[in-house]
Protein backbone atom coordinates (compact mmCIF):
# COMPACT_ATOMS: atom_id res chain seq x y z
CA UNK A 1 0.00 0.00 0.00
CA UNK A 2 1.69 3.53 -0.87
CA UNK A 3 0.67 6.40 1.13
CA UNK A 4 2.32 9.96 0.32
CA UNK A 5 2.24 12.64 3.38
CA UNK A 6 2.92 16.18 2.74
CA UNK A 7 4.40 18.36 5.66
CA UNK A 8 6.16 21.74 5.91
CA UNK A 9 3.54 24.11 4.95
CA UNK A 10 2.69 27.12 6.56
CA UNK A 11 1.68 31.22 6.31
CA UNK A 12 4.59 33.25 5.37
CA UNK A 13 4.94 36.76 3.86
CA UNK A 14 6.17 37.24 0.20
CA UNK A 15 9.99 36.59 -0.16
CA UNK A 16 10.13 34.13 2.35
CA UNK A 17 11.08 30.66 1.96
CA UNK A 18 9.53 27.42 2.79
CA UNK A 19 10.56 23.69 2.63
CA UNK A 20 7.74 20.73 1.95
CA UNK A 21 8.74 17.12 2.69
CA UNK A 22 6.47 14.26 1.33
CA UNK A 23 7.17 10.61 2.75
CA UNK A 24 6.47 7.95 1.12
CA UNK A 25 5.41 4.70 2.37
CA UNK A 26 5.66 1.09 0.39
CA UNK A 27 9.18 -1.02 -0.13
CA UNK A 28 9.80 0.33 -3.36
CA UNK A 29 8.88 4.07 -3.44
CA UNK A 30 12.36 5.26 -3.81
CA UNK A 31 12.42 3.35 -7.29
CA UNK A 32 9.72 5.67 -8.94
CA UNK A 33 9.93 9.30 -10.56
CA UNK A 34 7.87 12.05 -7.85
CA UNK A 35 6.04 15.07 -8.46
CA UNK A 36 4.44 18.07 -6.76
CA UNK A 37 1.59 19.72 -7.75
CA UNK A 38 -0.29 22.79 -6.40
CA UNK A 39 -4.05 24.02 -6.64
CA UNK A 40 -4.52 27.61 -5.44
CA UNK A 41 -8.07 29.03 -4.61
CA UNK A 42 -10.46 29.07 -7.22
CA UNK A 43 -7.96 27.34 -9.81
CA UNK A 44 -6.96 24.02 -11.25
CA UNK A 45 -4.48 21.95 -10.07
CA UNK A 46 -1.09 22.80 -11.41
CA UNK A 47 2.02 20.87 -11.97
CA UNK A 48 4.79 22.37 -10.00
CA UNK A 49 8.22 20.28 -9.85
CA UNK A 50 9.29 16.57 -10.61
CA UNK A 51 12.43 14.22 -10.54
CA UNK A 52 12.88 10.90 -11.44
CA UNK A 53 13.99 7.81 -9.44
CA UNK A 54 17.76 8.78 -8.98
CA UNK A 55 17.41 12.45 -9.19
CA UNK A 56 19.35 13.04 -12.09
CA UNK A 57 16.25 14.23 -14.02
CA UNK A 58 13.77 17.23 -13.14
CA UNK A 59 11.36 19.44 -14.58
CA UNK A 60 9.82 22.33 -12.90
CA UNK A 61 6.66 24.67 -14.01
CA UNK A 62 8.10 28.32 -15.96
CA UNK A 63 6.36 30.34 -12.39
CA UNK A 64 8.57 28.65 -10.33
CA UNK A 65 11.41 27.58 -12.00
CA UNK A 66 14.73 29.58 -10.41
CA UNK A 67 12.90 29.98 -7.21
CA UNK A 68 11.94 26.32 -6.44
CA UNK A 69 14.17 22.94 -6.01
CA UNK A 70 12.96 19.32 -5.83
CA UNK A 71 14.80 16.87 -4.20
CA UNK A 72 15.12 13.43 -2.31
CA UNK A 73 16.50 11.44 -0.50
CA UNK A 74 15.61 7.33 -1.59
CA UNK A 75 17.56 6.42 1.71
CA UNK A 76 14.85 7.78 3.88
CA UNK A 77 11.55 7.86 0.94
CA UNK A 78 11.56 11.24 1.32
CA UNK A 79 10.44 14.29 -1.48
CA UNK A 80 11.80 17.63 -1.28
CA UNK A 81 10.41 21.18 -2.31
CA UNK A 82 12.32 23.97 -1.66
CA UNK A 83 10.66 27.32 -2.42
CA UNK A 84 12.31 30.16 -2.13
CA UNK A 85 11.18 34.32 -3.14
CA UNK A 86 7.42 33.38 -2.82
CA UNK A 87 4.75 35.11 -4.27
CA UNK A 88 1.33 35.65 -3.45
CA UNK A 89 0.31 33.79 -6.55
CA UNK A 90 2.52 30.62 -5.27
CA UNK A 91 -0.94 30.24 -2.58
CA UNK A 92 -2.22 26.99 -2.79
CA UNK A 93 -2.58 23.16 -1.36
CA UNK A 94 0.74 21.77 -2.68
CA UNK A 95 0.24 17.93 -3.37
CA UNK A 96 2.86 15.10 -3.29
CA UNK A 97 2.11 12.36 -5.97
CA UNK A 98 4.21 8.99 -7.41
CA UNK A 99 4.60 9.48 -11.28
CA UNK A 100 4.03 5.56 -12.88
CA UNK A 101 7.20 3.64 -13.99
CA UNK A 102 9.13 2.05 -11.61
CA UNK A 103 12.65 3.38 -12.19
CA UNK A 104 11.95 5.61 -15.18
CA UNK A 105 14.80 8.52 -16.05
CA UNK A 106 11.73 10.00 -17.57
CA UNK A 107 9.56 13.05 -15.47
CA UNK A 108 6.04 14.16 -16.55
CA UNK A 109 4.04 17.39 -15.87
CA UNK A 110 0.32 15.25 -16.58
CA UNK A 111 -1.26 14.74 -13.50
CA UNK A 112 -2.87 11.52 -15.32
CA UNK A 113 0.83 10.28 -15.53
CA UNK A 114 0.38 10.15 -11.46
CA UNK A 115 -0.91 7.27 -9.84
CA UNK A 116 -0.70 8.14 -6.24
CA UNK A 117 -0.95 11.43 -4.28
CA UNK A 118 -0.90 12.75 -0.86
CA UNK A 119 -3.67 14.82 1.21
CA UNK A 120 -1.47 18.20 0.38
CA UNK A 121 -0.38 20.62 2.67
CA UNK A 122 -1.79 24.32 2.65
CA UNK A 123 1.25 26.77 1.42
CA UNK A 124 -0.26 31.01 2.44
CA UNK A 125 1.75 33.73 1.15
CA UNK A 126 1.14 36.75 2.23
CA UNK A 127 1.85 40.39 0.58
Known amino acids: QVQLVESGGGSVQAGGSLRLSCAAS????????MGWFRQGPGKEREFVAA????????LYADSVKGRFTISRDNNKNMVYLQMNSLKPEDTAVYYCARQNGIASVHVTASAADYAYWGQGTQVTVSS
Open 26 to 33: GRTSSMYP
Open 51 to 58: ISWSGSNT
